[in-house]
């Protein structure tokens, strides 16, 4: 909270879910603060549908949040205290603060040598029905996002 109200500009490295919310929670609390927002997909919150992808990009701009498609940030080596920042694309951004919100991905590789090694999609997610039950298992439940549901 610090960090955030003692910048004037900020940058948000990715444009999914925990992106998305920072961005405009910041833009609701902090409304003279410049945001941008770097994203390396062609929408934000690309794991649900269009129009709803739509709508979020349009309250963000609504409040002054530049949003970067199609662009990365590499993060590997920096730190910190970094304030100025160049996209894969050649846009340079210069910020007092900066956050990564770039999400990992599925933590399911425990599981491809157990008994649900055959319950996993090419995603590395368990398939589940409406009911939240593993496929092909009586008794095993899953939650969460490492199951198949939408």
């Known amino acids: 909270y610090e960090k ?3 910048s004037s500009s900020i940058l948000i490295v990715g444009g999914g879910p925990t992106g998305v919310e920072l961005a405009a929670e910041i833009a609701v609390d902090f ?3 410049h945001i941008t927002i770097v994203h390396k997909g062609y929408r934000l919150l690309e794991f649900i549908g269009p129009k709803a992808s ?3 990009l349009a309250w963000l701009t609504s409040r002054k949040v530049q949003v970067l498609f199609n662009q990365e940030i590499r993060l590997e080596q920096l730190d910190d205290a970094q304030t100025e920042f160049v996209t894969s694309e050649g846009v340079k951004v210069r910020v ?10 599925l933590g399911s590789s425990w599981l491809t040598d157990g008994i649900l090694q ?13 009911h939240l039950r593993v496929a092909g ?3 095993i439940f899953a939650i969460g996002d490492i199951t198949d549901i939408r």
């Open 4 to 6: 955030i109200r003692a």
């Open 31 to 33: 409304p003279e603060k």
């Open 54 to 56: 739509e709508k979020a």
């Open 96 to 105: 007092d603060c900066w956050f990564n919100c770039i999400g990992k991905g």
């Open 118 to 130: 055959d319950c996993l999609n090419e995603r590395g997610q368990l398939m589940v029905d409406e």
């Open 137 to 139: 298992k009586k008794n």
